[in-house]
């Protein structure tokens, strides 16, 4: 056993589904099992917690994980030791030790005993391993606010740990559905997808381009993202939707004032065909209220009426800040802050109408006579996935 490391990570929100709490427990387990398909390591669920166990070789690739995947809410590194006293004193201790090197002065110890044939009893045990602790002068006692909370568990077999690590939180990625995300190469529709994940929603991706008018850098960028997002949704596939044409008709056609609003409706026309295809339940766009001209309460109704699915804006309240807040937690806001425009921006009219009226954007789209543009567009789309276990194999090979 001891050349084996062992993981735990804790459940949170999951713990409150009731008849089908089996099923996300599965999903959980199966999700981590993907992540580190190609690692030597094993993944295990008792008793409302999460082990993975491997190899000092497949640490990187088991905390990797751990950091990405949805549906724990933290995670600790664990000393498994024998069911005595002596030997949970030992581990108490050094973890002591590791806590103080990290810089924490003050600790106590949380004991559970899930295995109640253990001699002594929760209190009994906590007493006795934080005298060691205490008498060596390692730590002071500070039961209301310490530093660190040493945990003691002792089920099968018995866990020592401290439980620095926070982790994504949320439901398992599949457990709630499947959305389509409109991602653009910008801040707000990565953290879109990745806060739909969270709610346990499988999220696959459309772009929509226009080369040459929009440069290959700008659809790089935008791979790049679903590559991120892709860390925490398990996988997802992009569906790069070649728009030009699209865009061209539209130039031509409409009036400067309504170009932006039409294409949004183009591009939900496009990913109605789309989300069919993949048998999705829901578009999923980064709009927030108020934030551009095309995202006012009457242009997102415009926007919303050529959605065939529901339409889902999970930042619709939440303020810039608050959004590259996430965009940096993820890891998504230096790749979007990257130059490169898409095709959005190129196309975008100086005065953009701000208060669009639905029957006369409707009336604009229909003079357009864009459904077959627009279904070509659609057949001509390009495919990619990301895999987090791609990820994985690549980044901790050997
Ligand atoms: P983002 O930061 O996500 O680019 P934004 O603030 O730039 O959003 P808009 O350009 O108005 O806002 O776009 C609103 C939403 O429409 C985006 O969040 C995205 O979901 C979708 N969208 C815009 N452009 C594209 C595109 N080229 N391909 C796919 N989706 C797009
Ligand atoms: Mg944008």
Not at 305 to 311: H, I, K, V
Request: hydrophobic share 40%; glycine share 6%.
């Amino acid at each position: 056993m001891s050349e084996y490391t062992t993981y735990l990570a804790k459940l949170g929100e999951l713990t409150l589904k009731g008849s089908n709490l089996k099923e996300f427990e599965k999903r959980l387990v199966e999700n981590a099992r993907l992540y580190l398909e190609t690692v030597r390591a094993t993944v295990r669920l008792c008793a409302g917690r999460l082990y993975i166990e491997g190899p000092e070789e497949s640490c990187p690739a088991i905390e990797f994980t751990l950091k990405h995947l949805i549906g724990i809410t933290g995670w600790a590194k664990t000393t498994v030791c024998e069911k005595n006293i002596e030997a949970i004193k030992k581990a108490a201790y050094a973890e002591a030790l590791a806590a103080k090197a990290e810089g924490a002065k003050t600790f106590k110890i949380e004991t559970r005993r899930a295995e109640k044939s253990f001699p002594l009893n929760s209190y009994e045990i906590s007493c006795e391993a934080a005298a060691d602790v205490f008498d060596a002068g390692i730590l002071d006692v500070d039961v209301h606010r310490p530093d660190v909370v040493i945990r003691i568990e002792i089920r099968d077999r018995c866990f020592v740990y401290c439980d620095r690590n926070k982790a994504c939180r949320g439901l398992p990625v599949g457990t709630g559905g499947k959305g389509l995300l409109l991602l653009s190469g910008g801040l707000d529709s990565p953290v879109a997808g990745y806060r739909m994940m969270r709610r346990g929603m499988k999220v696959d991706c459309v772009y929509f381009h226009a080369y040459p008018y929009t440069s290959a850098e700008a659809q790089q960028k935008v791979e790049d993202l679903a590559r991120i997002i892709a860390q925490y949704g398990v996988d997802t596939h992009i569906n790069i939707i070649p728009f030009t044409d699209v865009q061209m008709r539209i130039k031509e056609r409409a009036p400067e004032a309504f170009s932006t609003l039409l294409l949004r409706m183009c591009m939900m026309s496009a990913a109605n065909l789309l989300a069919d295809r993949i048998r999705a339940d829901c578009l999923i766009s980064g709009e927030s209220l108020g934030q551009v001209a095309s995202q006012t309460i009457q242009n997102m109704t415009v926007t919303e009426s050529a959605c065939a699915y529901p339409l889902l804006r999970p930042l619709v309240g939440l303020d810039k800040e608050e959004i590259i807040a996430t965009a940096k937690y993820i890891g998504t806001y230096e790749t979007s802050i990257l130059p490169y425009e898409d095709c959005c921006v190129l196309f975008s009219p100086k005065h953009p109408v701000l208060r669009a009226n639905r029957a006369e954007a409707q009336q604009l789209y229909a003079r357009l006579e864009i459904d077959e543009l627009v279904r070509l567009a659609y057949e001509n789309r390009e495919i990619k996935r990301f895999a987090a276990r791609d990820y994985v194999a690549q980044t901790f090979a050997g």
